[in-house]
């Protein structure tokens, strides 16, 4: 019985991947609206398997303006910003160490109490936001190793029904493996954004709403809950994905937001009047040129010299780009509702070197 059943299951996954891919393919590349030179820009960007995509660029130099420009969407449309997510953590974090709530030297164990004693107690904040804990990037049991390719395959969401506790008691059972070096963690960073929510005495989604989203104005982001989410998204190959609500993993990447909330962020990180400023400075050199704050990245653009903090992000059926020119005052977003990390982040560089031309500089 057993057999049939992943038989059919197979059959099931074939079809969806045929029909997704030729639904895929079989379009015209789109046209943009919005900003007229940015649409423009971007319609040349995009490609025919492009579904949904909207983008902006800030600039706040000599001759302000916001640009934004829109794919079969709008303003309000919802994206999930996966691990984008992570930044917005490591801005609540920094909000955090200025009240004095924590230190970066601060050990879960001192805050989650089922955490002391295990070897997940004794790791710091700052090794979780810099990604040097140790911890693997997700809670290593049979069942994650389940169901995270199942439901990959079947556009289902791995994460529904993990709470912040399940997850913490997950944390504290791993082993600890090349502590000090860098590891992506989604874990490390879940577990980071439980541990800022319990001193602060709410879950996260309500620090979040309260210390970042409500002082920047951004009304349409929040923690996707099973009533509100973004809509199904796609794979690169056409698989419809379902909303990821990720539960006690929401820190690490469960927020959705439109374009407009993400454009409102870059301006005030740029403009430096929003909470957490201190997150985007370089704490540890991660190789290869990069450096790692609070999450946020920060690289060096080839032949100027000038510094790009970024991070990107991706879910089953969304991905997105979020980058800072700090010294030039600039930014650029990019958010679409397709996993294909590389053609959002291929877009976001384009448009970065195209505003760095209509301003002869970065």
Known sequence: MLSITLSWVGVAVLVVLVLGYASSISRRSPSAVGDPALAAELGRLCSRRTRRLAASVVDLGDHPSTRSAFVRCDAATRFEIGSVTKALTGLLLADALERGEVTLQTQVGEVIAKAHGTPLGGVTLLELCTHTSGLPRLALRPMTLLRVPLHGLLGLDPYRGTSPTSLLSAAARQHLRRRGHYRYSNLGAAVLGQVVATVAGRDFSEVLRERLLD?????????????????????????????????????????????????????????????????????????????????????????????????????????????????????????????????????????????????QDL
């Not at 957490?276 to 040129?289: F, K, R, V, W, Y």
């Open 215 to 359: 002082p920047l104005s951004l009304g349409g982001a929040g923690v996707s809950t099973p009533d509100q989410h973004a809509d199904w998204g796609w794979s690169p190959l056409g698989v419809p994905f379902m909303p990821w609500v990720m539960g006690g993993y929401a820190p690490a990447g469960g927020v959705f937001a439109t374009l407009d909330d993400l454009t409102a962020l870059a301006q005030g990180l740029l403009d430096e009047s929003s909470p957490g400023q201190s997150a985007l400075a370089p704490l540890h050199d991660i190789g290869a040129g990069r450096q790692i704050g609070l999450f946020w990245m920060t690289d060096t653009v080839a032949g100027t010299g000038r510094q790009m903090v970024w991070h990107n992000g991706a879910t089953g059926g969304y991905s997105a780009f979020f980058a800072l020119f700090p010294q030039a005052r600039r930014a650029v977003v990019v958010v679409a509702n397709t996993s294909g990390r590389k053609e959002t982040e291929r877009v976001a560089t384009a448009l970065a070197r195209w505003l760095a031309r209509s301003r």
